[in-house]
C-alpha cells in the first residue's frame, strides 16, 4: 500500500503522466475534429508512423526539430488529403479506406526508411527536444519537476487543446463543423461548402495527429523504428468516444490514460517477479476497451458520422 | 463537380475486370517506390515475376503463402457483408494457432485422424470465440466493433508471447520463445515431397466453397446479405439481426482461426510469436480485391501472395527493402476502393453551369 502511495507522492510519476498523454492528445484532438465533420479516420495508425518517420527523417537530414515537425505535419495531412478525397467527394467506405491509409502510410514510411538507411545496426540518434526550463514555475518545489518540465510539444499539445475548443465552441467555422458532422445538408442550404469542410477538417485534423507519431521521434524518444507506434492510434479512436468528441474531456481522457500508464509501469517494478510483463503491457488496450464499453450506452454519436454526404440527394 | 449515377444490376464480367484493373494499376504505380530506391523497372519486374512463378519451388512457395490469405480474406469477405467490421483476424489467426499448439503437442494423443480434426477444431472455435467477444459487446451494448477488434490484436499476440515465455514454452527450445513441436500425427500433411505446399491449402479452398454456398444457397446467408444491405430494413422484415450478427462473428473468426492452425500444423510446426507477417491486416486487402466474393477471394489471396513471394525474392536479389511487398498491397486496396466506383456508378463530369440549366 505504502508502495502505491510512494508511486502517487513523486514528482516523476506526474511527469511520466504528462509524456505518456503527449502524443494521445494530439491523436485524440485530431481524431476528434475529424469525427466532429463526419469522417471517422482510421488511418490514424498510419499517419502516427508516417508523423514519426517523417519529422525524424527531416531532422536527420538537418532541418532543425520545428523543421521536422513542419514535416511531420505535412505527411500527415498528405495522407488526410487522400482519406478525405475518398471518404468525402468520392463517398467510399470510411472504414475500409482508413485501414487502407494505415497500411499504405506505415509501409511507406518503413520501405522509405529501409530505403535511406538499408543496413543500420543501430537506428541512428538526432538531437532531440530538450524539457523546457521555464522561469519560476519549473522551479517550483513538487509542482515544477511534475508539471512543468516537458518539453515544447507538450505545451504546444496543451495549446491545442484550447485552441480546438474555442475553434469548435466560439467561431463561426467550429459551428459550422460541428453541423457538417450532424446535418449536412443544413450546411449546404446555408451555401456552405460541405466537401471544402470536411476535406478540409480531415487534412487538418490529420496533420495534428502526425505531430502525435513526431512526439514518439522527436521527443519520447530519439530514433525511429519499426512498429513503435504499436497501436496507440487506435487507442485515441477509442479515446475520443470516451471523451465525447469534447477537447476538454479529450485532454482529461488522455492525462487519465498517460497517469495509469505511469502508474502499472511503476506497479511493474514493485510486483514484476510475479505477474509476467506482458499482462502489464496489455493494460493499455484493455483500459481502451473498457472505456468504450463504459460509455457505449450514452455515446452520442455526430449524427452523420460515417454517412457520405451527395450534393443534390437526400 | 462530379456525379454518381447508379448502375443497375451488373455483369460478371465488370466484377472482374474491377480488380484486375486495381491490380494492374497497383503494380503501376509500384514503379514510383521501385525508382526511388534506384531499380531498374523492368528487371525488377521480372525478378517479381520470376520469383513467384519461375519454379516449381517458386509457384508451391506461392501457393503456401496464399494459403493463409485465402482464410483471412474469407474471415474479412464474410463479416463485411454482414458490414460487420472484423479487422481482429490477425489476433484471430494466433487464436487459432494457440489453440492448435496446446492441443496438438500433447494434449491429445492418438492417429491422424482424430488429431487432425481435434487441432483444426480447436483452432476455429478459439478464433470463433475471440470474435464473439467484440460481436456481443457490438450487438448488447453498441460498442463499435472497428476499435475492439483492432485493439485485441495487440492483446492476444501479448497473450501468445506471455504463454511462449511461461507455461508453453518449449524446454528443448534452447531457451528461443516458442511452443513445443505439434505432433506427428497433428500436423497437416504435406501435398508434395520435399516442398512446403501442405493440407491447409485444401481447407482453404474448401473453406470457400463452403462460404460461397452458405451465402448463395442457404437462409443464413440471404440473412447475413439482408443485414449487410439494411440492417434496421432486415430487422423490420423479421430477420434475427443480433443473431445473424453473432453467427457471422463466429465464422468469420473461425476462419481466421483455421489461418492459424494452417500456419503452425501445415506449414512451421511449432509456434513462434512471429507467426504471421500481417496475414489478419492483408486479408482485408484480398477480400476487397474479390468484391467480398468468396470465390474471389482464392484469385486475389494468390495475387497478394505473389505480390509477397515475388518482391520477397527481388528483394533478395537486388537488396531493395521488402516493405515494398506491403507498400504494393496497401495501394492495391487503395485502388480497388476507387476502381470499384467504376463498377457501381457513372461518372458523369457536368459543369455546374449546366446542372442549373437542367434544373431550370
Not at chain 1, 23 to 43: D, H, K, Q, S, Y
Not at chain 1, 117 to 128: F, G, K, M, Q
Not at chain 1, 234 to 244: D, H, P, Q
Not at chain 2, 51 to 63: C, D, I, N, Q, V
Request: glycine letters at 12%; proline letters at 5%; aromatic letters at 10%.
Amino acid at each position: 500500500m505504502s508502495d502505491i502511495l510512494d508511486i502517487l507522492i513523486s514528482a516523476n510519476f506526474w511527469a511520466a503522466s504528462l509524456r505518456i498523454a503527449t502524443p494521445l492528445i494530439f491523436g485524440v484532438i485530431g481524431a476528434l475534429v475529424c469525427e466532429r465533420a463526419g469522417v471517422l479516420n482510421l488511418g490514424i495508425e498510419g499517419i502516427f508512423t508516417a508523423g514519426a518517420m517523417a519529422g525524424w527523417m527531416a531532422v536527420w537530414l538537418g532541418t532543425g526539430l520545428w523543421g521536422g515537425v513542419l514535416v511531420a505535419a505535412l505527411a500527415g495531412a498528405f495522407f488526410g488529403l487522400i482519406h478525405a478525397i475518398l471518404t468525402v467527394p468520392l463517398g467510399l467506405s470510411q472504414h475500409v479506406s482508413g485501414v487502407g491509409v494505415t497500411l499504405f502510410a506505415t509501409s511507406l514510411s518503413y520501405f522509405i526508411y529501409r530505403t535511406a538507411l538499408p543496413d543500420v545496426s543501430s537506428p541512428p540518434r538526432i538531437d532531440e527536444f530538450e524539457p523546457l526550463n521555464i522561469p519560476v514555475l519549473s522551479d517550483l518545489p513538487f509542482i515544477g519537476p511534475a508539471l512543468f518540465q516537458q518539453t515544447s510539444l507538450t505545451f504546444l499539445a496543451l495549446l491545442l487543446v484550447a485552441v480546438t475548443a474555442y475553434v469548435l465552441y466560439r467561431t463561426p467555422l467550429g459551428l459550422a463543423i460541428q453541423a457538417v458532422g450532424d446535418n449536412p445538408s443544413a450546411v449546404e442550404s446555408q451555401g456552405l461548402s460541405v466537401y471544402g469542410l470536411r476535406i478540409g477538417v480531415v487534412v487538418v485534423g490529420s496533420a495534428i495527429m502526425a505531430l502525435g507519431g513526431a512526439f514518439l521521434t522527436m521527443s519520447a524518444f530519439d530514433a525511429f523504428f519499426f512498429g513503435m507506434v504499436n497501436g496507440r492510434g487506435w487507442i485515441c479512436i477509442a479515446l475520443t468516444v470516451f471523451a465525447s468528441w469534447r477537447p476538454g474531456k479529450a485532454l482529461l481522457g488522455a492525462l487519465l490514460f498517460g497517469a495509469f500508464d505511469a502508474f502499472q509501469v511503476r506497479l511493474q517494478t514493485e510486483v514484476g517477479s510475479f505477474i509476467p510483463g506482458q499482462v502489464f503491457l496489455m493494460m493499455p488496450y484493455l483500459l481502451s476497451i473498457a472505456a468504450l464499453i463504459v460509455v457505449a450506452r450514452k455515446a452520442d454519436y455526430p449524427r452523420a458520422l460515417l454517412v457520405p454526404y451527395f450534393r443534390g440527394q437526400r | 463537380m462530379i456525379r454518381f449515377e447508379p448502375r443497375g444490376p451488373v455483369a460478371v464480367s465488370r466484377m472482374v475486370a474491377v480488380p484486375v484493373i486495381a491490380a494492374v494499376a497497383a503494380l503501376i504505380l509500384a514503379a514510383v517506390p521501385m525508382l526511388f530506391a534506384g531499380l531498374s523497372i523492368f528487371e525488377a519486374y521480372g525478378l517479381m515475376a520470376k520469383g513467384a512463378f519461375g519454379s516449381m519451388f517458386a509457384f508451391t512457395e506461392m501457393l503456401t503463402r496464399a494459403t493463409p490469405l485465402i482464410l483471412t480474406g474469407l474471415a474479412a469477405a464474410v463479416a463485411f457483408r454482414a458490414k460487420l467490421w472484423n479487422i481482429g483476424a490477425e489476433g484471430q489467426l494466433y487464436a487459432g494457432a494457440l489453440a492448435a499448439v496446446a492441443v496438438g503437442t500433447g494434449f491429445l494423443s492418438g492417429p491422424s485422424y482424430i488429431l487432425i480434426p481435434a487441432v483444426v477444431l480447436a483452432g476455429a472455435l478459439a478464433g470463433g470465440l475471440v470474435m464473439l467477444g467484440p460481436t456481443l459487446l457490438k450487438t448488447k451494448l453498441g460498442v463499435d466493433e472497428v476499435v475492439t477488434t483492432l485493439l485485441l490484436n495487440f492483446i492476444i499476440l501479448l497473450f501468445v508471447q506471455m504463454m511462449l515465455e511461461g507455461p508453453m514454452k518449449d524446454p528443448m527450445g534452447m531457451g528461443w520463445p516458442q511452443s513445443e513441436p505439434i505432433l506427428d500425427e497433428a500436423a497437416l500433411p504435406k501435398l508434395m515431397a520435399r516442398m512446403r505446399i501442405h493440407w491447409g491449402l485444401v481447407m482453404a479452398l474448401v473453406a470457400s466453397l463452403g462460404v460461397y454456398f452458405l451465402l448463395k444457397r442457404t437462409v443464413w446467408g440471404f440473412e447475413i446479405r439482408a443485414v449487410g444491405e439494411n440492417a434496421a430494413a432486415a430487422r423490420h422484415a423479421g430477420i434475427p439481426v443480433t443473431a445473424t450478427f453473432i453467427r457471422v462473428g463466429l465464422l468469420s473468426g473461425a476462419l481466421a482461426g483455421l489461418a492459424g492452425v494452417g500456419e503452425v500444423a501445415g506449414l512451421k510446426g511449432y509456434l513462434t510469436a512471429d507467426l504471421s507477417p500481417g496475414f489478419g491486416y492483408s486479408g482485408i486487402v484480398v477480400a476487397m480485391l474479390a468484391g467480398l466474393s468468396p470465390i474471389g477471394v482464392v484469385f486475389a489471396a494468390l495475387f497478394i501472395a505473389s505480390i509477397f513471394v515475388g518482391a520477397d525474392s527481388m528483394s533478395r536479389a537486388t537488396g531493395v527493402s521488402n516493405y515494398l511487398a506491403d507498400l504494393i498491397v496497401a495501394m492495391a486496396l487503395l485502388c480497388v476502393l476507387v476502381s470499384g466506383l467504376f463498377l457501381r456508378f457513372k461518372i458523369r463530369f457536368v459543369g455546374t453551369a449546366s446542372t442549373k440549366e437542367a434544373a431550370e
